[in-house]
Nanobody
């Protein structure tokens, strides 16, 4: 059974930083692209960032480019998301995701990701 466990969310003031982590277990290999989505109250789920399984390709949403950094851990199927210069509009539940398809690209579509974590709340106060 595949499980994604996120950690690191919390409450922070605008301009502050947080580091989210996600560890996926139960996967049969480490050739999986991973990423993050977020969903704010009354809004649709949106893409945040993704990283190729070999770490050689990364993609960010325009809204977080230059502020957030996604990275892979040495441990298999573990990713981190460093959130810097946080803004109130970054407030959302952040979800870790895994793409089971092995390919060279990175998807920004939620439907292309097969496994989702339970989510971790990030709240940014003004």
């Amino acid at each position: 059974q595949v499980q994604l466990v996120e950690s690191g969310g919390g409450l922070v003031q605008a301009g502050g930083s947080l580091r989210l982590s996600c560890a996926a277990s139960g996967l049969t290999s480490h050739f999986y692209n991973m990423g993050w989505f977020r969903q704010a109250p009354t809004k649709e789920r949106e893409f945040v960032a993704a990283i190729h399984w070999n770490g050689g390709k990364i993609h960010y949403a325009d809204s977080v480019q230059g502020r957030f950094t996604i990275s892979k851990d040495n441990a298999p199927n573990t990713v981190h998301l460093q959130l810097n210069n946080l803004k109130p509009e970054d407030t959302a539940v952040y979800y870790c995701v895994v793409d089971r398809e092995v390919w060279d690209g990175l998807s920004v579509r939620a439907n292309d990701y097969d496994y989702w974590g339970q989510g971790t709340q990030v709240t940014v106060s003004s």
